[in-house]
Nanobody
């Protein structure tokens, strides 16, 4: 069993900064691609950014230049640095990862961490 646990979400003013973390634990060989998603009230969950095990990154246009995704493979931890936050960044942020075990890749979700940006 694999667990993804997010942390770092809180209330922040517009223009502010937050750093989210997602720690993977459990029994596995390695963690492959990791992603951050978010879901605002009444909206569908949407992809924010992705990072491969080798460090290749991809960002959605609405966060380019403001958010930075990174990871520590030794600690199996994913990060999301969010700068110049806007009220429309408000939502629950979820960690998602493909985890390798017993020759297979399985997808997991964290429970989410709430980010609220006040205007």
């Amino acid at each position: 069993q694999v667990q993804l646990v997010e942390s770092g979400g809180e209330l922040v003013q517009a223009g502010g900064y937050l750093r989210l973390s997602c720690a993977a634990s459990g029994t596995f060989v390695y963690v492959n691609i990791m992603d951050w998603y978010r879901q605002a009230p009444g909206n569908q969950r949407e992809l924010v950014a992705s990072i491969t095990r080798d460090g290749l990154t991809n960002y959605q246009d609405f966060v380019k230049g403001r958010f930075t995704i990174s990871r520590d493979n030794a600690e199996n931890t994913l990060y999301l640095e969010m700068d110049n936050l806007k009220p429309e960044d408000t939502g629950v942020y979820y960690c998602n990862a493909d985890v390798a075990y017993d020759g297979n890749l399985k997808n997991y979700w964290g429970q989410g961490t709430q980010v609220t940006v006040s205007s």
